[in-house]
């Protein structure tokens, strides 16, 4: 591995190549250094995969954009293993280019699935590749080197249904607000459906989070005010449609561009997710500061939340950022903390007391528990929300006025 320095200023970029010829990978190399980057090298002899996996250096993980140049001509199916690993580890900041002496159109198109944005024939055309440089490096000056966002992004996702995260996203975000004194937006990010808004005790139908991302093409301060719906207690929030069917299409690099605007605009900023493995929750992930990933303490959930941990894991920036936490956790439940966290191979970061009874009138009411009622919920939220903001306690909060749910 080479670091090669540029000036100051310039974006670092990784430049990966697998399986490429040594002539062909000096060529790669040498027109990369013709362009305004500080470049990482790094030549991998071998494909690999999520069980199969490389050793990328630190440098390389902390790159701003990474370059992958993949050769497709040796073992295909593998080379499609290696894209798509690459595109899980590195996401929004990857370009994976399908270097291959075959044109057959199966194979591009299942290349493109895997991750692939970039294709080049044999024998390799320095001049072909250039312009594809350069073409990545218009893209990436609108996005990769945006300046550093102040706000956190923090994800949440459940193991399954009914573990209880749109709860906690909902009452740690009233919780950074009230006891806190934070600027913090809260997102339903369901495709339709979501609860955020019901919970809230709030009217979300002309507020929502994808109508908003569609317009991320003019988006700004003033575009911004007028979708958001506020809380009484001074929390924004982004809705999901409240209505079936009709979804509108969104994606990833959209979601992308909104969340960093969004998070240059709020100290928080809190997502409620579908669980998935989509490119849009990939997004999300990749610019999350945590990702929170909810289950209870019940075979059903930590058997869902080992395999969606499974899922994760294979992205080394994303496992850093992962806290498990189990929610409605008494210490009488048959299932340990010791064995779930045996079972996920990640230590619990959250346990959070099972209080059902007071969220269910709390959520059936349109108002969440508050901060100071001193009851174990409330008081292990404001331990949850210290610890983010490095707080060493929690001010009393002030009253909200209370009010009807929103279906009464």
């Given at each position: 591995?080479?670091?090669?320095?540029?000036?100051?200023?310039?974006?670092?970029?990784?430049?990966?190549?697998?399986?490429?010829?040594?002539?062909?990978?000096?060529?790669?190399?040498?027109?990369?250094?013709?362009?305004?980057?500080?470049?990482?090298?790094?030549?991998?002899?071998?494909?690999?995969?999520?069980?199969?996996?490389p050793h990328f250096t630190e440098r390389a993980i902390d790159a701003q954009a990474c370059i992958a140049i993949v050769d497709f001509d040796k073992e295909p199916e593998?080379?499609?293993?290696?894209?798509?690993?690459?595109?899980?580890?590195?996401?929004?900041?990857?370009?994976?280019?399908?270097?291959?002496?075959?044109?057959?159109?199966?194979?591009?198109?299942?290349?493109?699935?895997?991750?692939?944005?970039?294709?080049?024939?044999?024998?390799?055309?320095?001049?072909?590749?250039?312009?594809?440089?350069?073409?990545?490096?218009?893209?990436?000056?609108?996005?990769?080197?945006?300046?550093?966002?102040?706000?956190?992004?923090?994800s949440f996702f459940g193991a399954k249904g009914g573990v209880g995260t749109t709860t906690l996203a909902v009452h740690l975000a009233v919780f950074l607000v009230r006891?806190?004194?934070?600027?913090?937006?809260?997102?339903?990010?369901?495709?339709?459906?979501?609860?955020?808004?019901?919970?809230?005790?709030?009217?979300?139908?002309?507020?929502?989070?994808?109508?908003?991302?569609?317009?991320?093409?003019?988006?700004?301060?003033?575009?911004?005010?007028?979708?958001?719906?506020?809380?009484?207690?001074?929390?924004?929030?982004?809705?999901?449609?409240?209505?079936?069917?009709?979804?509108?299409?969104?994606?990833?690099?959209?979601?992308?561009?909104?969340?960093?605007?969004?998070?240059?605009?709020?100290?928080?900023?809190?997502?409620?997710?579908?669980?998935?493995?989509?490119?849009?929750?990939?997004?999300?992930?990749?610019?999350?500061?945590?990702?929170?990933?909810?289950?209870?303490?019940?075979?059903?959930?930590?058997?869902?939340?080992?395999?969606?941990?499974?899922?994760?894991?294979?992205?080394?920036?994303?496992?850093?950022?992962?806290?498990?936490?189990?929610?409605?956790?008494?210490?009488?439940?048959?299932?340990?903390?010791?064995?779930?966290?045996?079972?996920?191979?990640?230590?619990?970061?959250?346990?959070?007391?099972?209080?059902?009874?007071?969220?269910?009138?709390?959520?059936?009411?349109?108002?969440?528990?508050?901060?100071?009622?001193?009851?174990?919920?409330?008081?292990?939220?404001?331990?949850?929300?210290?610890?983010?903001?490095?707080?060493?306690?929690?001010?009393?909060?002030?009253?909200?006025?209370?009010?009807?749910?929103?279906?009464?």
């Open positions: 591995m080479m670091h090669r320095k540029s000036n100051g200023d310039a974006p670092q970029v990784a430049i990966l190549t697998v399986n490429v010829e040594q002539e062909t990978g000096d060529q790669i190399r040498e027109s990369a250094a013709g362009m305004p980057w500080t470049l990482v090298e790094m030549d991998f002899a071998n494909y690999f995969s999520a069980t199969k996996r593998r080379a499609l293993e290696t894209a798509e690993f690459l595109r899980q580890s590195f996401y929004h900041r990857v370009a994976i280019v399908a270097l291959s002496s075959v044109t057959d159109p199966d194979l591009l198109v299942r290349a493109m699935r895997a991750g692939c944005s970039e294709f080049l024939g044999k024998p390799f055309d320095r001049d072909e590749f250039t312009e594809s440089l350069t073409r990545l490096d218009l893209r990436w000056t609108a996005t990769v080197a945006r300046p550093h966002n102040s706000g956190k992004v923090l006891a806190c004194k934070k600027r913090v937006l809260l997102i339903d990010d369901h495709a339709q459906l979501g609860h955020v808004c019901l919970y809230l005790g709030l009217d979300g139908s002309h507020h929502q989070f994808h109508e908003l991302v569609r317009n991320v093409s003019r988006l700004d301060q003033d575009l911004l005010k007028g979708f958001i719906a506020t809380h009484p207690s001074g929390l924004d929030v982004l809705s999901s449609p409240d209505v079936h069917g009709g979804l509108k299409t969104t994606d990833a690099e959209s979601v992308e561009r909104t969340l960093e605007f969004l998070s240059t605009q709020y100290d928080f900023v809190l997502l409620d997710c579908e669980p998935s493995f989509e490119d849009i929750n990939l997004a999300i992930i990749a610019l999350s500061n945590f990702v929170y990933l909810v289950a209870t303490p019940e075979i059903g959930s930590i058997r869902d939340l080992s395999r969606y941990v499974d899922g994760l894991i294979q992205n080394e920036q994303a496992t850093e950022k992962l806290q498990v936490v189990i929610n409605r956790y008494s210490s009488h439940e048959a299932i340990s903390i010791e064995q779930i966290e045996k079972a996920v191979r990640l230590p619990i970061a959250m346990k959070i007391p099972n209080s059902y009874s007071e969220l269910v009138k709390s959520l059936n009411i349109g108002e969440p528990v508050s901060p100071g009622s001193k009851s174990a919920f409330s008081l292990q939220l404001e331990k949850w929300a210290a610890a983010l903001t490095g707080a060493s306690e929690i001010a009393a909060p002030e009253p909200v006025k209370k009010r009807f749910a929103l279906w009464k």
